[in-house]
């Protein structure tokens, strides 16, 4: 789907592969699929009069060859009940949509969906939602299949305005919705690749690529020498089993003026996670590959904010290691000093997220941000108490939260805000150290935050959780999902007005 592909004109005469048209279960005929019927003497009311479609939610009714329309193909799909139609009912219907088309004939469609009114979106936001289902939903990872999955024949989706007036908000959803969709799919690459490919050098290459790709973008590699140097002592403490070195890397965007602070987003990048010496089950292990993915999200939002150039000043950092059992790996009990001249006690080395994250945060106070978002696949808490559908949100700012929160909503990728009280924080107490790097059983996400919020007070700062939302465990749909890209570029977005 490329920029400005926006189609205006009589719907009959438009020539192309596939014409996609919705139909509700009210009993008449109304917007795009009135002005076909009308065009093609009610050849699609008789085929609902004889059952072929009723208009329920996600049935299909593909015509061909209809009398009076130029179009190859018609594809009638079921919208539901009108008053139901709202981002999930969207979603599916654009997901139906996309398997329907992706295993068609048609080599391009024209979708008349941003017609549908959808529950509390505008048209430039319910047809940039369109365009994002539509990208996640064609998404293929066969890099390491021999026999490739099969090309789908269609390569290339229009969208049509009702009104001459709709093509601007059109042509802007779709430049959204392409450059986000693009930021998606690079993190759900690099969350797919596996860990003897993904490993933090592949990272710091990968880095350098963008920055070959996109002149504006200043990229600096921390190599394990630096950071001791700086006396990053926590983040080193969980590379030290690895053969594999650690990486800090950061990009830099100039896009606002010289004087504007830099807004700051910093990935957990640990490429795999065995816990180390705390040496996490056997079962579904595999799927630590994805311990990365704040990592891989850095890497998303980059790209999306460099090919909208938005004119905002962000720096991002991704704090890439391995965390390995060995003999030269940090044991459970011992005590290291991080950045921040903190003393931390190490008591599980399977929280070792917020072991690199503190030092990162740390290091970010010399960049005097705006604000910074940290992004982790931090705890399985996380999973247990909010699922699969939303990421954890915490920090040290009501304002910062808030517009979090609300982009959020505005992207359908939603968060959801937990408590940081000072109450929480006595649970790391430790008595050899200034502070311990677990909270015991209870509130392990909050804790997690709380051990971060101690590296964080130079700033505004939020913390978001994505245990549950960065992959889809198990089963044949196993894979990355690409979020929280949405959600902090439509941040970014409002950042720049």
Not at 398 to 424: C, N, T
Request: hydrophobic share 40%.
């Amino acid at each position: 789907m490329a920029q400005g592909n926006v189609k205006h004109g009589t719907l009959e005469t438009i020539k192309t592969g596939c014409l996609v048209v919705t139909l509700s279960e009210a009993k008449t005929l109304t917007g795009p699929v009135k002005m076909l019927d009308n065009a093609c003497n009610g050849q699609i009311s008789a085929a609902i009069k004889q059952g072929d479609i009723s208009g329920k939610a996600g049935q299909t009714l593909m015509l061909f060859g209809l009398p009076g329309i130029t179009a190859q193909r018609v594809l009638v799909i079921g919208s539901g009940k009108d008053e139901e139609l709202g981002d999930r009912e969207l979603r599916k219907l654009v997901q139906k949509i996309a398997a329907t088309l992706k295993d068609g004939g048609a080599t391009d469609a024209l979708l008349t969906l941003p017609a549908l009114a959808v529950k509390g979106r505008d048209l430039y936001s319910r047809s940039r939602l369109l365009v994002e289902t539509l990208r996640e939903s064609l998404y293929q990872f066969d890099q390491f299949k021999s026999k490739k999955a099969t090309p789908s024949r269609l390569k290339k989706c229009l969208l049509w305005a009702a009104d001459k007036a709709d093509a601007e908000a059109l042509a802007l959803a779709i430049s959204h919705g392409q450059a986000i969709s693009d930021g998606t799919d690079l993190t759900r690459t690099l969350g797919n690749l596996p860990g003897n490919v993904c490993t933090p050098t592949y990272l710091a290459k990968e880095a350098k690529a963008l920055g070959k790709q996109y002149k504006e973008l200043e990229i600096e590699v921390l190599e394990e020498k630096d950071m001791k140097a700086l006396g990053m002592g926590s983040l080193l403490s969980v590379s030290a089993g690895s053969a594999e070195p650690a990486k800090l890397i950061r990009f830099s965007y100039q896009g606002g003026k010289t004087k504007d602070k830099p807004h700051m987003l910093v990935g957990k990048g640990i490429t795999f996670d065995t816990g180390g010496i705390s040496l996490k089950p056997g079962a579904a292990m595999d799927e630590m590959k994805y311990d990365m993915c704040g990592a891989a999200t850095v890497f998303g939002v980059v790209k999306a904010v460099v090919s909208l150039q938005l004119p905002i000043n962000l720096v991002c950092l991704v704090v890439a290691a391995e965390n390995m059992p060995s003999s030269t790996a940090t044991k459970p009990g011992d005590i290291v000093t991080s950045m921040s001249g903190q003393t931390i006690e190490v008591l599980n080395t399977d929280a070792e997220g917020r072991l690199v994250l503190c030092d990162a945060l740390t290091y970010a106070e010399r960049f005097k941000p705006a604000s910074v978002v940290d992004i982790a696949t931090l705890t399985g808490a996380c999973v247990v108490a909010l699922g699969a559908h939303t990421s954890g949100l915490l920090g040290n700012n009501d304002a910062l939260i808030e517009q979090l929160l609300d982009a959020g909503k505005q992207a359908d990728d939603r968060a959801w805000q937990l408590p940081l009280f000072d109450e929480y924080q006595e649970q790391l107490d430790s008595p050899f150290a200034d502070i311990a790097n677990i909270g015991g059983p209870k509130a392990g996400t909050i804790t997690a935050a709380c051990f971060l919020s101690r590296f964080t007070k130079a700033y505004p700062w939020a913390h978001l959780d994505i245990a549950g939302t960065a992959w889809t465990s198990g089963g044949k749909d196993k894979g990355a999902t690409g979020r929280p890209v949405p959600l902090l570029t439509q941040y970014l977005l409002n950042q720049a007005g």
